[in-house]
């Protein structure tokens, strides 16, 4: 079925410091990866986006690199800022195209 | 533009009673809207998917006689919480597929979500 996995779970970071959060995913098939950003209490915000066409999506201080022979996926924030704390999920359309399975999720804390 | 409308934010209700959760796309039509549930520190597990005028399909180990969903228009999904219990309290997001030049693989809209809690 489908799967993702994403890690690590939690990552402290120091201001100015880069960011690097990795998953994978097991549906051969799944050609859409979107990432998340979520505060507490609030709904998921995409922050960017990759499909299986590209290798690679860059959008100011966030990218995306996607290997589909290893079948996986990561996000990368250079330059984090305090306001970048908050948790990310990956996520995989599997499942016959129709369906967004999120990863566990990664709890980033960026320190001043 | 793809707004997404939930209500409502927050609901408390007492045990054995039903929970009307509504997920309505303001600006355009949503020919498909899923539901999710994320219990604190977790992640967001899809419950269900329902596309405009057919029954929801719903995922592995949810009971689709307690959460009944309704896809009537492709405006409005509605999920109901029959008979909710204590574990049922959550944060309840949906999430809608649709708009002009939409596919498969395009991104979804979430609502603001609805956190339930079950006394």
């Known amino acids: 079925g489908e799967n993702v996995e994403q890690h690590p779970s939690t990552l402290s970071v120091q201001e100015g410091d880069s960011a690097v959060i990795k998953c994978t995913y097991s549906d051969s098939a799944s050609n859409y990866f979107p990432w998340y950003k979520q505060e507490l209490g609030k709904r998921p915000q995409l922050i960017i986006d990759i499909r299986s066409n590209v290798g690679e999506k860059k959008d100011q201080r966030i990218a995306v690199t996607l290997n589909k022979t290893a079948k996986h996926f990561s996000l990368h924030i250079t330059e984090t800022q305090p306001e970048d704390s908050a948790v990310y999920f990956c996520a995989d359309l599997s499942g016959g195209y129709n369906k967004l399975i999120f990863g566990a999720g990664t709890r980033l804390a960026v320190h001043p | 533009g793809a707004v997404v409308s939930q209500h409502p934010s927050r609901v408390i209700c007492k045990s054995g009673t039903s929970v009307k959760i509504e997920c309505r796309s303001l600006d355009f039509q949503a020919t498909t809207m899923f539901w999710y549930r994320q219990f604190p520190k977790q992640s967001l597990m899809l419950m269900a998917t329902?596309?405009?005028?057919?029954?929801?399909?719903?995922e592995q180990g949810v009971e689709k006689d307690k959460f009944l969903i309704n896809h009537a228009s492709l405006t409005l999904s509605t999920l109901t919480v029959t008979s909710a219990h204590p574990e049922d309290s959550s944060f309840y997001i949906c999430?809608?597929?649709?708009?002009?030049?939409?596919?498969?693989?395009?991104?979804?809209?979430f609502g603001n979500g609805t956190r339930l809690t079950v006394t």
């Open positions: 999430s809608a597929r649709g708009g002009a030049g939409s596919s498969y693989n395009s991104p979804l809209h």
């Open positions: 329902s596309n405009e005028g057919s029954k929801a399909t719903y």
